[in-house]
C-alpha cells in the first residue's frame, strides 16, 4: 500500500523521503537510509503499517520517529490500528509538541494505484484542512472523525463489516451452489438487484471465482483486525457475537494453512463445511 500511495504524492509534486523495512525504492522519491533521515527535514510524515506492533517500532525509541519528528510537524497515520495505540499516539506527540492525524484509508493495492482510497482522518479541523492536499493527491474523498481514537474505531467498524460481507455472501453462494446454481450466476443476481454495493460485487466475484491469490489483503491482517474490533467492542462494552464468529473463522483459515490467500479466502472454509471442492 505505501509504495503506490508514496508514487502519488510524487506525482502531486510533493517531495517524498521514503523509508521502508524491507528496502525498496520509489521513482522519483529520495530513499533515506535511516527513520531519522526520512522523518527528520520532513513537514509531514506519513507511516503506513501492518499492525500496532510495526507502528511502534518505527514510532518509539532512539532515532525513530517520535524522537525525530520536529515540534509542530504532523504525523500522519494511515494504518489499521487499535483504539489504544491511536489515543496513546494523540498524546505524546501533543507532549512533545509535535501533532498527529490518525487517517486509516479504505481501498486495497490497486485503489492505492488509482487514487481511489477512502480515507478516514481523525485530528484538529485545522490539521485536516493543512493535509487536504495530501488527502487530494492519494483518494477520492475524506470522511472526517472528531478524534484519532474516533477515526480507528471508525476504520475497524468498517473491516468488520466487509468480513461480515464475506461471511454472508460466501454461505449465501455455497448454497446456491449446493443447490444447483451457478456461484457467478447467483452472484449476478444478488448485485444487480439487491446487494449492488461495490464491496458485494468486488469481493463476490472473488469468492464466486474462487480467487484468492494474490492476496490483496493478507489473511493474517483480518485476523488482527477482528481482535481489533473485538478488544474496542470489550472496552466499550459492547458485544459483538458476529465478530467474534469472524475472528474464529479467521484464525481457522491460518490453523488451516491457508495464510497466504487473500481473507476473502476464508470463505473456503464455508465451501468445505458444505462438502463443496
Known amino acids: 500500500m505505501g509504495q503506490p500511495m508514496a508514487r502519488n504524492l510524487v506525482l502531486a509534486g510533493f517531495d517524498v523521503r521514503t523509508w521502508n523495512r524491507s528496502g525498496g525504492s520509489v521513482e522519483g522519491a529520495t530513499a533515506s537510509r535511516t527513520i531519522e533521515e526520512a522523518v527528520r527535514p520532513a513537514e509531514i510524515v506519513v507511516t503506513m ?3 500496532d506492533a510495526a507502528l511502534r517500532a518505527v514510532t518509539f525509541g532512539d532515532g525513530k520517529l517520535l524522537a525525530s519528528l520536529r515540534t509542530g510537524r504532523i504525523h500522519v497515520g494511515m494504518s489499521t490500528i487499535s483504539v489504544a495505540l491511536a489515543s496513546e499516539l494523540a498524546t505524546v506527540h501533543t507532549k512533545g509538541g509535535q501533532r498527529f492525524v490518525n487517517a486509516p484509508v479504505f481501498g486495497r493495492p490497486d485503489a492505492a494505484a488509482a487514487r481511489k482510497l477512502w480515507i478516514v482522518p ?3 479541523g485545522a490539521d485536516l484542512a493543512e493535509l487536504a492536499p495530501l488527502f ?8 472526517p472523525m472528531p478524534g484519532p481514537a474516533q477515526s480507528a474505531l471508525a ?3 468498517g473491516n468488520f463489516m466487509i468480513a461480515a460481507t464475506l461471511e454472508s455472501v460466501g454461505e449465501a453462494l455455497a448454497l446456491g451452489e449446493k443447490g444447483g446454481i451457478a456461484p457467478e450466476q447467483l452472484l449476478g443476481m444478488l448485485t444487480g438487484t ?3 454495493a461495490p464491496v458485494v460485487q468486488r469481493y463476490g466475484g472473488m469468492i464466486a471465482r474462487q480467487e484468492f491469490s494474490p492476496a490483496g489483503f493478507a489473511m493474517a491482517l483480518g485476523l488482527k483486525d477482528m481482535r481489533l474490533v473485538l478488544q474496542a467492542g470489550d472496552g466499550l462494552e459492547v458485544p459483538l457475537p458476529l465478530a467474534d464468529l469472524l475472528r474464529t473463522r479467521f484464525l481457522q483459515a491460518m490453523a488451516q494453512g491457508k495464510g497466504d490467500l487473500d481473507w476473502s479466502g476464508v470463505t473456503t472454509l464455508i465451501r468445505e463445511s458444505a462438502g463443496l471442492k
Open 155 to 157: 476504520k475497524l467498524c
Open 194 to 196: 439487491l446487494f449492488g
Open 136 to 143: 487530494a493527491a492519494l483518494g477520492q474523498g475524506t470522511f
Open 49 to 51: 503499517l501492518s499492525e
Open 122 to 124: 481523525g485530528g484538529s
